[in-house]
C-alpha cells in the first residue's frame, strides 16, 4: 500500500490517493511518463486500499471486489438454473408429500433432487443469503466509490499540474500569441455554446458537461438495491403469494396462510359446438367458457381454531373467468383450470354392531370439515384425524399426499358397549377400492369383530359434479420491483446516452497546454475540442488530438 504522500503544492492526500486531490499531479513514483493517466474515480483514495486493515476493513474490503460480486452473481445464476430442473413445490395445484413424490416421479435423481433441497430453491436459506451477499456486495461497491469520486468532482482544482494535463488521452500543445486571459476567454466563449460549463481562473480553465452522467452506475446500482430487498420482501408473511385451490360446486375453502375464505356457490363450462371448430379438431371437446361464480369471505373469528366454525363475512362477489380475476385488497383468485369428474363430496355411513347385529345412523360425514363428534345410539364417534389422500409414510405413521379426496380416510376413537372406557381407534375408509388398498380389517384388528361402519347403498353417497381450480395470487411488493426497475432503467440511460466530459486548459508565457477526458466516446471529445480551437482560428485535425500525435 501506498505510504502517506504530500504533494509538491501542499496538498495532504489520504492514503491510496493516486492522482493528487488538488492540481491532479501524478502520485505513484513507479507510474510510466509517456502513458495516459488512470482517470478511474479521478485517481482519489477508497476505504478498501487502506493499509493496515481490521476485521471491519477486511469485511468492507470482501465485499466492494467487483470481482466477488462477479462471482456471486454468477454462482447465484447456476442455484437458480438448478432450481428449473424439476418442478418447485410451489408451482403443483394440488398438495402432496414431497419426500413421495420426487422419487415416485423422477426416481433416484428425483429423491436426491428433494433431500439437496432443491425442490424449493427459491425460498431455501442459502439462496436467499445469495441475494443478501449480493445486495451488500452492491452497497458497499457503490458507497467505496461513490464517496470518493463525490468529493473529488465537488471539489475540482481549475488550474491543474501541467503533467496531469499531458497525460490526458487528448492533449494539444500550442504557443499563442496576445493577452493570455482574453484568448481563454474567446475559447470558453466557443465550448459553453457546446453546453460546457466554464470555470476560468486567470489563464486556466476548467469546462464540464454532463457530470450527472457519472452517477448512472450509482443509480443502477440503487435500482438493483430495491429490486433485491423487493424481491427479499416476498418471504414476509402475506406479501406474496402463488398457490392453487380446488373447490368442488357448493364448497367453502380456506384460502392457505391467509383469513380468507372462498365458496364455488356453481361452476359452468360451455364447449364449441363441431361447426364451430376446425376440420381437424371436430369430434373433440373445447371449452369456449369456463366460469367460476364465487363469493369471497373474511374471517372474524374463530379463523385457526379446528373445534370452531369460523364465522365469516362476505366481502366480495365476482364472476371469475379467464383473464378476468376476483380482486380484493392485492388479493387476486384467476380461473385456472377445470375438472369435472365427479368427486365425492359426502357418505351417510351407518354403524353396524356385528354381535348383535344392530344399525345405528346413518350420520352426515362431508369429506371436508366433518363434525368433531358424532352419536349413534349408544356409541359415540370422536374425530381424531382427517386424511384427503391417506399414506403411511416412511416412519409408519399416517400421512396424506393432497388436500383433496382421493383416498379419504377418518380415523375415529369409538366409545360404546363392548369397547374399551377410554375407547378404541377406528379407521374408515368411505371408498371401497382404499378399504381393499390398505387392508381396512388388518388396520382395525382389535375392533374389527365388535363392529362396522359401512355405507349402506349407493343413495347415501353425496357427490360433486365439478371442481374448479382457482390460481391465489397477492404480491405486495411487486410495486417496490417497477420502482426498483425504473431506478435501473434510468441509470442505464444515464450512463449510456450522455458521457462525462472535462477540458481543462492553462496558458504560461504563451504557451498553451490542453488536456481532454471522458468516461467514453473520445470521438465526439475530441470533435468537441478541434470544433472549439477552428472557431478561435487554430485548424487541427481531431486524430492529431491522441496523446502522442504531432500536435505542437
Not at 489563464?203 to 443509480?219: C, D, H, M, Q, V
Not at 384460502?255 to 364455488?264: A, D, G, L, Q, R
Not at 391465489?472 to 444515464?494: C, E, N, Q
Request: some cysteine; aromatic content about 12%; glycine content about 6%.
Amino acid at each position: 500500500m501506498l505510504e502517506n504522500t504530500k504533494c509538491e503544492c501542499g496538498h495532504q492526500n489520504a492514503v491510496g490517493t493516486v492522482l493528487c486531490e488538488s492540481c491532479g499531479k501524478p502520485l505513484e513514483n513507479n507510474d510510466s511518463p509517456d502513458l495516459p493517466l488512470e482517470m478511474r474515480y479521478d485517481g482519489v483514495a477508497r476505504r478498501s486500499q487502506k493499509s493496515n486493515p481490521n476485521i471491519i476493513d477486511r469485511i468492507w474490503n470482501f465485499f466492494s471486489s467487483v470481482k466477488i460480486a462477479i462471482y456471486l452473481i454468477v454462482l447465484t445464476f447456476l442455484t437458480a438454473m438448478l432450481g428449473t430442473i424439476f418442478p418447485q413445490e410451489n408451482t403443483f395445484i394440488n398438495s402432496f408429500d414431497p419426500s413421495f413424490y420426487y422419487e415416485d416421479a423422477y426416481g433416484l435423481p428425483g429423491k436426491i433432487y428433494y433431500l439437496l433441497g432443491l425442490s424449493h430453491t427459491y425460498e431455501s436459506w442459502w439462496f436467499i443469503g445469495l441475494l443478501v451477499m449480493i445486495g451488500t456486495s452492491l452497497v458497499i461497491c457503490s458507497l467505496d466509490r461513490i464517496l470518493p469520486l463525490y468529493r473529488a468532482l465537488n471539489k475540482q482544482q481549475i488550474r491543474k499540474h501541467l503533467q496531469f494535463i499531458h497525460r490526458q488521452k487528448t492533449v494539444y500543445k500550442q504557443t499563442i500569441e496576445g493577452d493570455s486571459e482574453q484568448w481563454v476567454e474567446k475559447f470558453g466563449a466557443q465550448l459553453k455554446r457546446k453546453g460546457y460549463r466554464i470555470h476560468t481562473e486567470g489563464t486556466a480553465l476548467l469546462a464540464e458537461k454532463n457530470r450527472f452522467s457519472r452517477w448512472g452506475p450509482y443509480i443502477n446500482h440503487i435500482g438493483l438495491i430495491l429490486f433485491l430487498l423487493a424481491i427479499l420482501a416476498r418471504s414476509i408473511p402475506d406479501w406474496q403469494m402463488d398457490s392453487y385451490i380446488t373447490i368442488s360446486d357448493g364448497d367453502t375453502v380456506q384460502i392457505p396462510e391467509t383469513n380468507y375464505f372462498v365458496k364455488n356457490e356453481k361452476f359452468t363450462v360451455e364447449f364449441y359446438k363441431d361447426e364451430e371448430l376446425p376440420e381437424k379438431l371436430k369430434g373433440k371437446a373445447r371449452a369456449k367458457l369456463f366460469e367460476t361464480k364465487a363469493v369471497l369471505y373474511e374471517c372474524t373469528s374463530n379463523c385457526n381454531d379446528p373445534k370452531e366454525k369460523p364465522v365469516l363475512a362476505e366481502v366480495k362477489r365476482h364472476n371469475i373467468v379467464v383473464n378476468d380475476p376476483l380482486k380484493y385488497k392485492g388479493l387476486k383468485l384467476y380461473q385456472f383450470d377445470f375438472d369435472l369428474t365427479p368427486r365425492l363430496n359426502a357418505v351417510h355411513p351407518v354403524l353396524v354392531n356385528k354381535v348383535t347385529g344392530e344399525t345405528y345412523g346413518p350420520m352426515d360425514l362431508p369429506m371436508k370439515d366433518s363434525a368433531l363428534q358424532h352419536k349413534l345410539g349408544p356409541y359415540t364417534l370422536d374425530l381424531y384425524a382427517n386424511y384427503m389422500e391417506f399414506a403411511i409414510g416412511d416412519d409408519g405413521e399416517p400421512t396424506t399426499l393432497s388436500r383433496d379426496p382421493v383416498a379419504p380416510a377418518f380415523i375415529f376413537t369409538v366409545r360404546g358397549p363392548g369397547l374399551a372406557p377410554e375407547g378404541e381407534p377406528y379407521i374408515y375408509f368411505p371408498m371401497q377400492k382404499d378399504k381393499v388398498r390398505f387392508s381396512q380389517d388388518t388396520l382395525n384388528q382389535a375392533i374389527s369383530d365388535k363392529i362396522e361402519i359401512k355405507v349402506d347403498g349407493m343413495e347415501n353417497v353425496d357427490f360433486s359434479e365439478a371442481s374448479t381450480y382457482l390460481n391465489v395470487r397477492m404480491d405486495k411488493a411487486l410495486p417496490y420491483v417497477w420502482i426498483g426497475a425504473t431506478f435501473s432503467m434510468i441509470g442505464l440511460l444515464m450512463g449510456s446516452y450522455w458521457q462525462h466530459r472535462r477540458i481543462w486548459l492553462r496558458v504560461d508565457d504563451g504557451q498553451l497546454s490542453l488536456g481532454a477526458h471522458t468516461n467514453k466516446n473520445w470521438y465526439g471529445m475530441r470533435s468537441d475540442v478541434a470544433w472549439a480551437l477552428q472557431k478561435i482560428g487554430i485548424t487541427v485535425d481531431s486524430k492529431s488530438l491522441d496523446n502522442g500525435g504531432n500536435n505542437a
